[in-house]
């Protein structure tokens, strides 16, 4: 449900296209490593992996459990909370773990929160938490480089920004781009992992943001 939410509502905020690398692959059982710039970008990134025929589960702030009618929705597929600084977060890879054995294809934001930036200019992805490499390493899976570019111009800054931003967005349309990486299968020490995970990352957040013409990725 929340997959055909997000490919009906994010057209209207905004112009969305997607491309992939030409070995781009999302098979069963793969972990998607995305980067996270916005409340806006799950939507995004849901939307354009629907349209390339695959629909995530998510894992995602506990947070968004406590929202009506989300939470419900959130707890009804199969997405999983994750309790970010607390014990519980090693049940969340866990249950992660599960959904991968199982065939799922899983949605993990790596940088673990949202930049702390006001701006809507876009960024390269901060520093990676070890967990998506410790998830990889532990369920073999491959790992699905995406990158996004755009959300910030939907939604960024403080609340007022944010839901000004969302409010004007429908008018507004700003363009929006996600950018789907060749699997990878990470190797190494944990460190290792984790920084050749960010780096495919960022690699896939440069090609979407030099779509947009975002001045970051095209002076690099």
Not at 4 to 30: M, Q, Y
Not at 69 to 95: C, K, Q, S, T, Y
Not at 177 to 187: C, D, I, S, Y
């Amino acid at each position: 449900m929340l997959s055909r939410i997000a490919d009906l509502l994010v057209p209207a905020v905004g112009r969305l296209s997607v491309t992939t690398d030409p070995g781009a692959h999302l098979a069963p059982g793969s972990i998607v490593a995305a980067n996270h710039t916005s409340f806006a970008d799950p939507a995004i990134v849901v939307a354009a992996l629907r349209r390339l025929g695959v629909e995530p589960v998510i894992m995602a702030a506990a947070g968004l459990w406590r929202v009506p009618l989300l939470g419900r929705a959130l707890a009804r597929e199969g997405h999983i909370p994750v309790v970010r600084r607390d014990r519980r977060a090693a049940d969340a890879l866990d249950v992660a773990a599960d959904a991968l054995n199982q065939g799922r294809l899983l949605l993990i934001y790596a940088e673990g929160g949202l930049p702390r930036r006001r701006d809507a200019a876009e960024a390269a992805p901060g520093s990676f938490r070890s967990g998506l490499a410790g998830l990889a390493e532990r369920t073999g899976a491959p790992v699905v480089p995406v990158g996004q570019a755009g959300a910030r111009r939907v939604t960024s800054g403080n609340t007022v920004k944010q839901l000004a931003g969302l409010a004007t967005a429908p008018l507004r349309r700003p363009e929006l781009h996600v950018h789907v990486g060749a699997p990878l299968v990470l190797t190494g020490d944990r460190a290792a992992r984790t920084a050749r995970a960010r780096t495919a990352v960022t690699t896939a957040w440069r090609t979407a943001a030099a779509h947009l013409g975002e001045p970051a990725a095209l002076a690099v």
